[in-house]
C-alpha cells in the first residue's frame, strides 16, 4: 500500500527549489546532500518511505548532474566505469528492496564509528588526495568489491555514501580527492537510478517535490562541480572532513533518539 502524500502548501515549492540548490552544492563536492534534504521532506509531513523514494528522485537529478559536468571536463572516463556502475546499481538494488523490508536503524550504530575512522584519517594524512599513489587492488576487483558492498549500503542507508567511494578511490585505485570526487558522483547517480526505479515501482516517490528540489540539484550540482575541477584537493578537503563529521553527529543523535 502506498504512503498518504503530504497536502504540501504552495510556498513549500520554492523552498524544496533552495534545498535543493544548496544540498546539490555540497552533495558534488563532499556528499552528503541527503543530509539537507531528507529532514526537510520529513518535515512537510512525508511519511518515511514517500521521503525517502523522493529524495533518491532528487539525488538523481544531482549526482546525474554532477557526472555529467565531470564527463564534460574529461575529469572522468564513463568508459572506465562501466564495471563500477553495473555492480554499484546490482548492490543498491540489493539494498532498497532489503530496506523496504527491515529497520535499517541497527547499521546506524556502527556507521558513525567507521565514519570517525574515516574523519581521523584524513586529519592525520594531509597529503592523500594530492597525488595519484600505486593502486592497491585492480580495477576490477575494485569494482566488484566497492560496487556490491557501496551500492548496497546506498540502497538499504546511504548517508555517507559519497565519504565512502571517495575514500574508496583514494585508497583503492590510488586517485587524487579532485578525480575520486568525479568517479563518486557517477557511481552515485547508478544507486540512485536503481534505488529511485525500486522505490517508484510501489508508489513511493513525490514526483512534484523531487521535481522541485531537483530542478535545485541540477544547478547546485553543477556549480559545485566547477568548483572540485577548478579548486582542486585543497578546496575539497576541509568540506569533505566537515560532511563526514556532520553525517557522523546527525547519525549519534538520531541513535539516541531511538
Known amino acids: ?15 524544496m527549489f533552495a534545498t535543493g540548490l544548496v544540498a546539490g552544492f555540497v552533495d558534488s563536492i563532499a556528499g552528503g546532500g541527503g543530509l539537507i534534504t531528507l529532514p526537510v521532506l520529513l518535515s512537510l ?6 521521503a525517502l523514494g523522493t529524495n533518491k528522485l532528487q539525488a ?15 575529469a572522468v572516463s564513463l568508459r572506465e566505469c562501466g564495471a563500477g556502475v553495473f555492480f554499484t546499481g546490482l548492490g543498491a ?15 546506524k550504530q ?7 575512522v574515516l574523519a581521523g584519517y584524513l586529519l592525520f594524512r594531509p597529503q592523500l588526495g594530492e597525488k595519484e599513489i600505486q593502486p592497491r587492488l585492480s580495477p576490477g576487483v575494485f569494482y566488484v568489491a566497492a560496487g556490491l558492498g557501496l551500492g548496497f549500503y546506498d540502497g538499504f542507508l546511504g548517508p555517507g555514501t559519497g565519504s565512502f567511494w571517495c575514500m574508496a578511490f583514494m585508497l583503492g585505485l590510488g586517485f587524487t ?18 534505488s529511485l526505479v525500486l522505490f517508484a515501482i510501489p508508489g513511493h ?4 517535490a523531487g521535481v522541485s528540489m531537483g530542478l535545485g540539484q541540477l544547478i547546485g550540482a553543477k ?36
Request: proline fraction near 9%; aromatic fraction near 12%; glycine fraction near 6%.
Open 110 to 116: 556502527f556507521i558513525p564509528i567507521i565514519l570517525l
Open 1 to 15: 500500500m502506498s504512503p498518504v502524500p503530504p497536502d504540501l502548501p504552495l510556498w513549500s515549492y520554492p523552498a
Open 223 to 258: 556549480i559545485g562541480s566547477g568548483m572540485v575541477l577548478t579548486r582542486g584537493t585543497k578546496f575539497i578537503r576541509p568540506i569533505f572532513i566537515t560532511m563526514v563529521l556532520a553525517i557522523t553527529l546527525k547519525l549519534l543523535w538520531d541513535s539516541r533518539s531511538h
Open 60 to 74: 538523481t537529478c544531482g549526482s546525474g548532474s554532477a557526472a555529467w559536468h565531470f564527463a564534460r571536463s574529461k
Open 205 to 208: 516517490v513525490h514526483y512534484a
Open 93 to 107: 538494488a540489493g539494498g532498497t528492496l532489503m530496506v523496504q523490508r527491515i529497520d535499517p536503524n541497527f547499521l
Open 177 to 194: 580527492m579532485t578525480r575520486a570526487t568525479a568517479y563518486t558522483k557517477v557511481m552515485n547517480f547508478a544507486s540512485n537510478v536503481v
Open 45 to 50: 509531513g512525508f511519511p518515511p518511505p514517500l
